[in-house]
């Protein structure tokens, strides 16, 4: 391709009117089909803006992967800031996906380096929080802190947050928690002590196909020009969402079939688009997980996912895909880690939901036991083509 016909690509026309609106940071301006959870967040979170003490609320929206949780909650935090304005309440709204802060102690540093432009370098997390805390009470703020993805954090990490009006006294927290978590994840860290910290508990359902059709239509009308997807496909990607239970899953199909559309300079999607892009969407697997993976992470996964290829059985095991690891750093000339970290690499994917792992006893008793891994949600050979493309992005420049 020459420079003019570089250029010319920039000329043509695109099937998009805002493709941002698909993003999955995107706040909408309407919120369909999610009233009772919205109603129930401004019952516990109003007190903020109406009593003199501003007391510390600490609420939790629990569901499935696709069913708005995290929608939801930015939609709230974006429009209960706007009330705040109004009512001369200086809120701040602070979101953090645990996806790339994995830890009280870095959300703790990245709150203090934005407020007190500190660095954090020698207090303790309880210091750090102390010096926020002072700093909201002389501005005379008020901060909601939105954790998403919490189970990633230790039951003891999100007990402290739960507890920072217990810690500091409540004349002093001038700080509530939004948590968001999946059902299941959040069972694995719950506890009676955690429990007892919650004013609410959030549950939401998955889309059904009436809701799935309005909130698509309407993300459809913003994001794409007019014609480009018809009422007949809308239809179609609304039954692939309520058939995965995953309204995630249907937004990517737009956003798939459109970029589709303007690399192949068609005017519209049809029906064998969509069914391509569904294709290439994996409902429960999420790739901006993918995107907060340490190096040595990705370099794990993708030694999991060759030991599976090469095996082709479903399952792999760990001394194999630390042999794949071993092979995988030599050839992009990076320094391998030892088995035990790459172990805990294993694990910390497992904690993800990219892999599932499991330790199994070998019929020979001699041997003992060994851990055997397996993918979750997508095929080893498309795993493979993501994690590589991104490798040579990373270590091939």
């Known amino acids: 391709m020459d420079e003019e016909a570089f250029r010319k690509q920039f000329t043509k026309k695109s099937v998009f009117k805002k493709l941002g609106s698909l993003d999955k940071s995107w706040v909408p301006d309407k919120l369909y089909c999610r009233d009772d959870a919205l109603n129930t967040l401004i019952v516990n979170y109003r007190r903020i803006l109406e009593e003199k003490e501003q007391p510390s609320i600490n609420c939790l929206i629990l569901g499935k ?50 407020y007190t432009h500190g660095s954090g370098r020698g207090y ?20 909601l802190l939105i954790i998403d993805e919490v189970h990633l954090l230790k039951p003891d990490d999100v007990l402290a947050f739960l507890n920072i009006a217990e810690t500091f006294g409540h004349q002093n927290a001038k700080l509530s928690i939004l948590l968001i978590c999946r059902g299941a994840d959040w069972m694995r860290i719950e506890n009676e002590r955690i ?18 059709m309005q909130i698509l239509t309407y993300r459809s009308e913003i994001a794409l020009r007019e014609y480009v ?4 496909l809308l239809t ?18 737009i956003r798939k079939s459109g970029l589709y559309c303007d690399k192949e300079g068609l005017d519209f999607i049809t029906a064998d688009i969509v069914r391509a892009a ?48 071993q092979s995988i750093c030599e050839s992009y000339s990076i320094e391998p880690h030892v088995k035990m970290s790459f172990r805990k690499y294993v694990r910390q994917l497992a904690q993800l939901k990219i892999i599932a792992s499991k330790t199994v006893r070998i019929e020979d008793a001699t041997r003992g036991r060994h851990l055997e891994i397996t993918l979750l949600d997508i095929p080893a050979g498309k795993l493979a083509e993501l994690l590589e493309d991104i490798f040579e992005r990373k270590f091939l420049k």
């Open 124 to 143: 303790s997390d309880d210091e750090a929080l102390k010096l926020i805390l002072t700093k909201l009470i002389r501005d005379n703020g008020y901060m």
């Open 278 to 325: 569904s294709d290439d969407v994996y409902p429960t697997f999420r790739a901006e997980i993918i995107d907060g993976l340490k190096d040595q992470e990705l370099l794990a996964l993708l030694g999991i996912v060759r030991s599976l290829m090469n095996s082709g059985t479903p399952f792999a095991l760990v001394d194999d895909a630390f042999e794949e690891y």
């Open 236 to 253: 179609m990607i609304a039954q692939i969402v309520v058939e995965n239970k995953n309204m995630r899953h249907g937004i990517e199909i």
């Open 195 to 212: 429990l007892s910290r919650l004013n609410e508990k959030i549950p939401l359902e998955p889309y059904n196909f009436e809701e799935s």
């Open 65 to 114: 992967g696709g069913v708005g949780k995290t929608c939801t909650s930015r939609y709230f935090g974006k429009n209960f800031k706007t009330v705040a304005t109004e009512k001369d309440v200086n809120l701040f709204i602070e979101y953090f996906d645990c996806i790339n802060f994995r830890s009280k102690s870095k959300i703790i540093r990245e709150l203090l380096a934005k």
């Open 229 to 232: 997807l018809d009422e007949e």
